[in-house]
């Protein structure tokens, strides 16, 4: 089944403790990026990559690394999360980064950072 | 500046009756990709339908069409039959041809009742 795969679902940590959450797709994707939504400011991204070894920032970086070794896997990492790093997370992937491709999206990683 | 508008917070349809969500965009890019998504209250995201700028017919997928009117900038949702498991978050985003995100509205909240 074509699908986009993120660990864990639900995650609770403390501040500066660093964590990642994982992300994995298996439709050869070119292109892939995180998002997080939070109530009232909707989904924003924050980091993509058109391919591997390619990143680059969204609109909301601060605090967030990536890395996009593998073709299939971009994961996120919190190197000292915060609490107003507490959101629901999203990975998603496309063909490509052309206006005509779709995202897919995972099914969420909830984050609390206490 | 790229913007996405749902003005309709929350909507109400009686099962098996259609509804209409409504999406405004605002963009000066001539290609573009519009998407509607799904979140249901377990919180993926699942992409419904796409719409193109270059389209000359409404998309259509199943119980969902989109009713693109171009000139006024809107691209509205169309669910036919509603079903109890239609109630969810609806999104309305664009994609243009020179940005590699994908811009989401603030949602729609459906509530399908018996």
């Known amino acids: 089944e074509a699908q986009v795969t993120q660990n864990p679902r639900y995650l609770i940590t403390v501040t500066g403790k660093k964590l990642t959450v994982t992300c994995s797709q298996n439709m050869n994707h070119e292109y892939m990026s995180w998002y997080r939504q939070d109530p009232g400011l909707g989904l924003r991204q924050i980091y993509y990559?058109?391919?591997?070894?390619?990143?680059d920032k969204g609109d909301v970086p601060e605090g967030y690394k990536v890395s996009r070794k593998e073709k299939r896997n971009f994961p996120l990492i919190l190197e000292s999360p915060s609490p107003n790093q507490t959101s629901l997370y999203f990975c998603?992937?496309?063909?490509?980064?052309?206006?005509?491709?779709?995202?897919?999206f995972g099914n969420g990683t909830r984050l609390t950072v206490t | 500046a790229q913007k996405i508008t749902q003005t309709q917070p929350g909507m109400f349809v009686q099962e098996k009756e259609a509804v209409t969500l409504d999406c405004t965009y605002d963009t000066s890019d001539p290609s573009y990709g519009l998407f509607w998504y799904k979140q249901p209250s377990s919180g993926e995201m699942i992409f419904l339908i796409y719409?193109?700028?270059?389209?000359?017919q409404n998309a259509t997928e199943g119980r969902y069409s989109l009713n693109f009117q171009k000139a006024r900038k809107s691209a509205n949702l169309v669910i036919s039959a509603s079903q109890l498991g239609d109630s969810a978050m609806y999104f309305c985003a664009m994609r243009e041809a020179y940005t590699d995100k994908l811009i989401f509205g603030t949602g729609t909240r459906l509530q399908v009742f018996p």
């Open positions: 990559s058109m391919n591997v070894e390619v990143t």
């Open positions: 998603a992937s496309s063909f490509s980064g052309e206006f005509n491709s779709p995202l897919h």
């Open positions: 719409q193109g700028s270059y389209d000359q």
